[in-house]
């Protein structure tokens, strides 16, 4: 039986950000999470810029030591609705089944460190049927709206 990976969330500063640059996926996952590779660029662009105003926390996951992969967390400043953004699991690390384990550790993240949060959303593109299977048994529902022509999905807390 393969062991569930012990993955910790760590928040991209000046010590790590030029791991982060490293993350990749494929060029067909690309239009999933970002405009531009790397990642983490947009991430770390989008926590000085704040667009809609709100806070950007880019974060990365490690297992262990490695960096495996990353995630934004966007929030008002009053951080009562979370929202995911730019999840990515590298390109050499995918197919492992860390793509639950790494939501749920963001998921703990938030509940611990961000008591006020009642709701987490996230968009999926229609078409990103992974992604459809990694997020509704986890608990997020399909909100019946669209941003930026994706559907929304919600997972309340």
């Given at each position: 039986?393969?062991?569930?990976?012990?993955?910790?969330?760590?928040?991209?500063?000046?010590?790590?950000?030029?791991?982060?640059?490293?993350?990749?996926?494929?060029?067909?996952?690309?239009?999933?999470?970002?405009?531009?590779?790397?990642?983490?660029?947009?991430?770390?662009?989008?926590?000085?810029?704040?667009?809609?105003?709100?806070?950007?926390?880019?974060?990365?996951?490690?297992?262990?030591?490695?960096?495996?992969?990353?995630?934004?967390?966007?929030?008002?400043?009053?951080?009562?609705?979370c929202e995911l953004l730019h999840f990515v699991i590298d390109l050499d690390w995918q197919g492992k089944r860390l793509g639950r384990p790494a939501m749920q550790t963001v998921i703990d993240h938030i509940r611990r460190t961000l008591p006020a949060c009642r709701s987490i959303e996230l968009t999926v593109d229609s078409s990103n049927q992974i992604a459809m299977h990694l997020y509704e048994p986890m608990g997020f529902r399909h909100t019946g709206l669209e941003r930026a022509g994706d559907p929304l999905y919600r997972l309340d807390l």
């Open positions: 039986m393969r062991s569930i990976p012990r993955l910790s969330l760590v928040e991209l500063d000046s010590s790590n950000w030029r791991s982060a640059l490293a993350i990749r996926v494929s060029p067909e996952q690309l239009r999933f999470v970002a405009d531009f590779q790397p990642v983490a660029l947009v991430s770390l662009a989008k926590a000085y810029v704040r667009p809609g105003g709100r806070v950007w926390k880019p974060m990365a996951f490690l297992n262990g030591n490695e960096m495996i992969g990353l995630i934004t967390i966007a929030h008002p400043d009053d951080a009562t609705q």
